[in-house]
């Protein structure tokens, strides 16, 4: 699990930025504008990071006893680590990335 808060500067003078609770690229609860009530997330959709900044938040801004991460980290034959998520069935390497599939899903799904 990683937290994520949004530090994106917008042409417009509403703030939007929230604060983002994420296992791998799903997001699991949010903080609006980074105060409000924690909000948690059913259907857990994927973060769109494009045009955004974000900072890793070290301190935890969300009770996540309840919550547990379904993701398997593996290390990849050039010592990076990923994460599959076998519900999806998708993959963190750039072999994913780029082609929707790798050897990893291959052989954990």
């Known amino acids: 699990m990683q937290i994520l808060k949004e530090v994106t500067q917008w042409d417009t003078d509403t703030e939007c930025n ?16 980074h105060t409000g009530d924690v909000q948690y997330i059913k259907s857990q ?7 955004r900044k974000f900072v890793e938040v070290k301190d935890n801004a969300f009770v996540i006893a309840d919550v547990k991460s379904k993701l398997i980290s593996i290390t990849g034959s050039k010592g990076n680590t990923y994460q599959i998520d076998p519900d ?22």
């Open 45 to 51: 959709p994927r973060i769109d990071r494009r045009g």
């Open 18 to 33: 929230h604060t983002y609770l994420l296992d791998g690229d799903k997001i699991v609860a949010y903080r609006p504008h």
């Open 88 to 109: 999806a069935g998708t993959c963190t390497c750039p072999g994913f990335t780029f082609r929707n599939t790798c050897k990893h899903i291959k052989e954990y799904v």
